[in-house]
């Protein structure tokens, strides 16, 4: 745990991802306690973050407000369990036709799921790991039971601090990162990460384009009046845009490799498999393909690529 501001505190929770640890951001001023974000529900989670409230004479009933970043698992998975001790709970209206939707009525879009992998090319040995590893998942998150929609520019008062939502859709629709405005400081969530490029997938669940969302989401990061973004993990990013620019020359180096993989006509999954070939789990080929996917509606969305099927094979125009 640390102290970046009086009263603003970094509480790196460990997950059973890849990533490691989520941030957590707890904001502690005018009588009441603040949560960004909340992590996994595993036992290690929990009780990593009883210890942090413990060191600083606080229990899980005191935290009165959960802001939420957006519905993955390691920022939402704990949102029910504050909210059934009391604590109200802030999420993007954008989330809740969608992610948050995924999490608490599965049944809305699982056939749109199996039927979104099936049409892209994914073998269904593959369909095997993938749906073990949400089962999994879905046993980790406690969904809010009513959370309260956050509009894009809302500011909200919490913990004696005034944070402006800013909607940044891309890595999750209804993804918001909150700009302390009178610090200068913007707590990023998954939107800017310092080493590795955030997730920008394409699910049964979400808005058409989230590779478009996500670059003019970038594009508005980039003029935020902050010095330092803190983000969902790893360490600070000191260059705020310089690091949005970085994202968005990414990503249009991955559109440019992708065009060069459609010499011939593919399916999604094929291209996942080109595109990410280094060894991966169930989740990790989910993600690739969910990514592969974003990529190439995008270019299709752009007229570069167009597609037949299903099953789909994109092929360049
Ligand atoms: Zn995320
Ligand atoms: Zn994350």
Redesign the pocket.
Known sequence: MRELLPGLYLLPVPIPYPLKTVNLYLLKGGGEVALVDTALGTRTARGALELYLAELGLCFQDVKAILL??H?P??YGLAGFFEGLGARVYLHEEELPRGHRFWVAPEAFEEASWRLFREHGTPEAALLGIREAMTKTRERVHPPRHPIPLRDGEVLEVAGRRLKALWTPG??DG?VAFLLEDEGALLA??ALLERVS??VGLWAYTRENPLRDFLSSLKRLAEVPAEVAHA?HFGPIGEVAKRAHELIAHHEARLLALLAHLEAPRTAWELSLRLFPQELDAAGRRFAFAETLAHLEYLRQEGEVGREGPPYRYFRR
Do not use: E, L, S
Request: glycine share 16%; aromatic share 0%; no cysteine.
């Open positions: 970043t957006h993955h390691d920022h890595h999750a993804h969530g998954d955030p997730n969902g």
